[in-house]
């Protein structure tokens, strides 16, 4: 079979990782006799210093009549400067919106033989397996009216906090379609005390729940899951949230498997059946400082990569032979330095990328 990908390296240790993961992904064409056509373009910064804007039209274009796009970070200290017109960051949410990838997955998965690499206890994080299902195209980040203005008293500021009846059930239905696979548990996350949007989300959740008398359906308000994310993790599986409390909650949650370092996400274009349009990408940032020394983790973007298979290439055998690659080699003691414990052996990102290709080659 043939595919298409866009390829968006972005910033700082974005393209040393995406090198590692299109290298697995190479080997698995090769492997499965598949074909992946790449498609290179650039985002964030690097477009701001080469083209003007974090995200040029035609790059926006080529992402569209790809079948998948895989990108790597964006940002840095660089672009950092509050006042600037244009930031990095403008560009993942113009390719978010102009793709419409309304839902985020992210995965948190804590592995058997990394349990000793987090800030909590063992027994608390073991057997931790669950899906965040964030919204991702509306919310504070995109609401309106949205500016910054000076008063005789001073000045102030506002973000807009808007969804619409169409943009919560979108998102529902894909976190209840998630849980049907799983263990059939759904926990709608919210601030229903407060905020009139979450009452409409908590109103729309339950109404939707009626399509899906199978899945347990559980509302929670943010503050409690996040207390619950360091209490009882094993006990949650999947959690549907809207745009900003995902944002904040996955990467408390990244803290579970030891690392950002370990977590890959997808973002889809609709409910994952067959083959999704999605865009995939590790959950961490581009990490300036650890740029072009050979020390990022690249199985954040490994694992999207098998995400990227599975949801948007319905290749489920290949997308395992990526996972059972990266868990073969993390129990043969190979670690990178984010995930370095005592006894290990430490690697290198391209030595960590070529350990788990040639595993996946067997």
């Not at 990108?71 to 400067?81: F, P, Q, R």
């Not at 059930?169 to 849980?179: M, Q, S, T």
């Not at 939707?208 to 994310?229: G, K, N, T, W």
Request: glycine share 10%; with cysteine; charged share 25%.
């Amino acid at each position: 079979m043939e595919f298409d990908v866009a390829v968006l390296p972005g910033d700082g240790i974005g393209p040393e990782v995406i090198a590692q993961a299109l290298k697995v992904l190479q080997t698995v064409g090769e492997k499965f006799g598949h074909s992946f056509h790449l498609h290179d373009g650039l985002i964030g910064g690097v477009a701001i210093d080469t083209l003007g804007t974090a995200l040029s039209d035609e790059t926006l274009k080529m992402c569209r009549q790809c079948d998948a796009v895989l990108l790597g970070a964006v940002g840095g200290s660089k672009w950092d400067d509050p006042q600037a017109k244009i930031h990095p960051e403008d560009g993942l949410l113009a390719l978010r919106k102009g793709l419409a990838l309304f839902a985020n997955l992210r995965p948190i998965k804590v592995f058997p033989m990394l349990v000793d690499s987090t800030n909590l206890k063992p027994e608390v994080i073991k057997g931790v397996d669950l899906v965040v299902v964030r919204e991702l195209t509306g919310g504070l980040y995109f609401g309106q009216p949205k500016k910054q203005w000076q008063t005789p008293e001073g000045r102030q500021a506002v973000d807009t906090m808007a969804y619409s009846e169409m943009e919560i059930e979108r998102i529902l239905r894909v976190g209840f379609e998630l849980a049907l696979n799983r263990r059939k548990k759904l926990i709608s996350v919210d601030k229903a005390n407060v905020l009139q949007s979450s009452r409409l989300w908590r109103q729309i959740a339950i109404e939707i729940s009626a399509d899906y008398p199978d899945v347990e359906l559980q509302h929670m308000l943010v503050d409690a899951c996040a207390m619950r994310f360091i209490q009882r993790p094993a006990d949650l599986d999947v959690l549907v949230t809207e745009n900003m409390f995902g944002d904040i909650l996955t990467d408390e949650a990244s803290m579970l498997a030891g690392s950002m370092g370990m977590l890959p996400s997808a973002s889809l274009a609709g409910v994952p059946r067959g083959r999704t349009f999605g865009m995939y990408e590790p959950i961490h940032g581009s990490a300036p400082s650890r740029a072009g020394q050979n020390l990022a983790n690249p199985i954040a973007t490994i694992l999207s990569v098998a995400m990227m298979l599975r949801y948007s290439f319905a290749l489920e055998t290949e997308s395992q032979t990526i996972e059972n690659a990266v868990l073969a080699i993390l129990e043969q003691g190979y670690r990178t330095y984010d995930i370095m414990s005592e006894g290990k052996i430490r690697v290198g990102t391209k030595e960590m990328g070529d350990l788990i290709a040639q595993k996946v080659r067997g």
